[in-house]
């Protein structure tokens, strides 16, 4: 995520201006995606140089979602931050973007219903809020059947989010966002268009988000609010993960999460492209939820360099996070100070494993 501020002082855009983000002086940051390069659910070497070409002094990094149990996983190749031997491989990566000067949180997630027999412990169904599961074929996955948790189940999730988080610091890393967002498993908690019980952990708005609280109140607890974010994104159907309300969903979080004071509140916006290739503008607007958080809010979600300094000069948000963008330009920061062409993304190589192509092959700028 690329936000106010970059490493150079001359320039005033909006997007490069300084920001204080509780403890942590920023002067950019960069979205997590997915990149499907940790094989064995494992961090590998070719990802300290990933992240450190993206990192400047004051940078702040959020690493891609990464799994905080065994039955997290619902893509091929993804890190988690489970066992000791993912906490010792996370050491050098997080090491080589604090040699830069950077921040770096890590998002810890679990997938849930997003999932196959073949990701889970002995091929068994993903668990989720819901006996429904995702359209066999939607994102090109052939999704299985997932089981509910049983309600007594539920405080070991809960503790094997405040574990992840306990193991991120071990690694080195600043914080956590936990990922409550895109349709997985804490999002199919609080959308009503997914959750089905009957349970306290279901039905009314306040019961359904009751999960996703009591994962930022045990890590709140763990490690500190000045190092937790929370990622979300009420008004998307990612995964079929849709609510009736979305904006009463947004709303109700963002004054509940005032409760922990966490770090940051991290909105994406499902923003479309028209048949102009042009960003339509949202119908609706995240004011509401921004005016009811007390910490830093960022927006993110198809955001270009106008677009960002805009949301960030007329107070819409904080910060403007990219992803896909910095993906592609691992100096943004400085082609955003110049306002410099991007090298354009290649979406086939997203989520390839080659350690190079697609991943560290990207062009600096040369000036």
């Not at 539920?154 to 956590?176: E, H, S, T, W, Y």
């Not at 100096?331 to 190589?349: G, H």
Request: proline fraction near 7%; include cysteine.
């Amino acid at each position: 995520m690329e936000a106010a501020s970059a490493a150079a002082a001359t320039t005033t855009i909006p997007l490069l201006t300084p920001y204080k983000m509780g403890p942590f002086n920023l002067s950019h940051s960069v979205d997590p995606l997915t990149r499907n390069r940790s094989y064995n659910n494992i961090p590998q070497p070719h990802t300290i140089l990933y992240y450190s070409q993206r990192t400047t002094n004051g940078g702040f990094l959020i690493a891609e979602a990464t799994g905080v149990n065994d039955t997290a996983q619902g893509y091929p190749n993804t890190p988690g931050i489970w066992t000791k031997e993912q906490v010792e491989a996370w050491k050098p990566i997080v090491d080589a973007a604090h040699e830069k000067g950077g921040i770096f949180f890590c998002q810890i997630w679990h997938c849930g219903r997003v999932s196959t027999y073949g990701f889970q412990p002995n091929g068994e169904a993903p668990i989720s809020c819901t006996s429904k599961g995702v359209t066999p074929g939607l994102g090109g996955g052939d999704w299985s059947p997932p089981r509910p948790l049983r309600t007594e189940e539920i405080p070991q999730i809960v503790n094997d989010f405040r574990l992840a988080a306990r193991n991120a610091i071990k690694a080195g890393f600043d914080g956590v966002e936990i990922h409550g967002a895109n349709g997985y498993l804490i999002d199919q908690f609080m959308k009503d268009q997914v959750n089905d019980r009957t349970d306290e952990y279901g039905g009314s708005l306040e019961n359904r988000c009751r999960f996703a609280l009591e994962i930022v109140e045990a890590v709140v607890n763990e490690i500190g609010a000045e190092r937790v974010g929370i990622r979300l994104s009420p008004h998307a159907n990612y995964m079929e993960a849709q609510d009736s309300n979305p904006e009463a969903l947004g709303l109700y979080m963002a004054k509940a999460l005032n409760k922990y004071q966490i770090l940051y509140l991290h909105i994406l916006e499902p923003r479309l492209f028209n048949a102009q290739d042009k960003l339509d503008a949202p119908p609706y607007s995240l004011l509401p939820m921004r005016k009811a958080f007390d910490g830093t809010f960022i927006a993110s979600g198809g955001y270009n360099r106008d677009d960002g300094n805009k949301a960030v000069a007329e107070n819409y948000t904080d910060l403007v996070a990219y992803g896909r963008s910095f993906l592609a330009n691992p100096d943004l920061p400085k082609r955003f100070e110049l306002n410099a062409a991007l090298n354009e993304y290649d979406r086939s190589t997203f989520y390839t494993p080659d350690p190079v192509v697609g991943y560290t092959d990207y062009p600096f700028l040369e000036v």
